[in-house]
Nanobody, 125 residues
Framework: QVQLVESGGGLVQAGGSLRLSCATSGLTFSMNAMAWFRQAPGKEREFVAC???????YYTDSVKGRFTISRDNAKNAVYLQMNSLNSEDTAIYYC???????????????????WGQGTQVTVSS
């Protein structure tokens, strides 16, 4: 059974930082592409960042230079370091895994098979 569990969300002031973690189980983790998505109230879930099994990363434009996705295959975990946060970053953040091994990373949420329950990030101005 595949499980993804996010942690690290919270309330932070604008300009601050948070580090999200996603602990996984039941995956051949080193072979899976991983991604972070987010969903703000009243909006659709949107792509934030992804990382391939080889460590290639890709970001949505609004977080480039501020967010960093990384993975630790020994710990079966993926992380999202978020710096210079602003109010537009307020959302529930979801960790996701692509169950198809060896495929290119994607920004399409429909390509990801497994999801965590989400962690709330609130940025106060």
């Amino acid at each position: 059974q595949v499980q993804l569990v996010e942690s690290g969300g919270g309330l932070v002031q604008a300009g601050g930082s948070l580090r999200l973690s996603c602990a996984t189980s039941g995956l051949t983790f080193s072979m899976n592409a991983m991604a972070w998505f987010r969903q703000a109230p009243g909006k659709e879930r949107e792509f934030v960042a992804c990382i391939s099994r080889t460590g290639y990363t890709y970001y949505t434009d609004s977080v480039k230079g501020r967010f960093t996705i990384s993975r630790d295959n020994a710990k079966n975990a993926v992380y999202l370091q978020m710096n210079s946060l602003n109010s537009e970053d307020t959302a529930i953040y979801y960790c996701s895994a692509d169950g198809n091994l060896g495929v290119p990373i994607s920004t399409d949420r429909n390509k990801y098979d497994y999801w965590g329950q989400g962690t709330q990030v609130t940025v106060s101005s």
